[in-house]
């Protein structure tokens, strides 16, 4: 079993950045697949990104590809997810989540991933 905490939500202005880290408190990080999800007021959750245990596959959805970036640090337990020119529309709680790794790959299916973080706000003004 694994906690992971999300850190680095804020405020920001459309068109800047924000950068989320999570940290994993068990050993053995590198047998997850991780990756972000986020839920928006009145929506349902939605997969932003993933990355396969060795961080050599990664998978966004269209909506974030080019603007956001998934990495890991295996030796760190530690997940990040940098955000660049921001929307109004990326405006969410931002969660991380762990799953087994089941090959080279990763899948943004939410039911892949078992363990969860509490999340961390993101809200993006204009």
């Known amino acids: 079993q694994v906690q992971v905490a999300e850190f680095g939500g804020g405020l920001v202005q459309t068109g800047e950045s924000l950068n989320l880290s999570c940290i994993a408190s068990?050993?053995?990080?590198?047998?997850?697949?991780m990756g972000w999800f986020r839920q928006a007021p009145g929506k349902e959750r939605e997969g932003v990104a993933c990355?396969?245990?060795?961080?050599?596959?990664?998978y966004y959805t269209g909506g974030v590809k080019g603007r956001f970036t998934i990495s890991r640090d295996n030796a760190e337990n530690t997940l990040y997810l940098q955000m660049k020119s921001l929307k109004t529309e990326d405006t969410a709680m931002y969660y991380c989540?762990?799953?087994?790794?089941?090959?080279?790959?990763?899948?943004?299916?939410?039911?892949?991933?078992?363990?969860w973080g509490q999340g961390t706000e993101v809200t993006v003004s204009s």
């Open positions: 068990a050993s053995g990080f590198d047998d997850y697949v």
């Open positions: 989540a762990a799953g087994p790794s089941n090959g080279a790959e990763c899948e943004l299916e939410w039911r892949r991933f078992e363990y």
């Open positions: 990355i396969s245990w060795s961080g050599s596959y990664t």
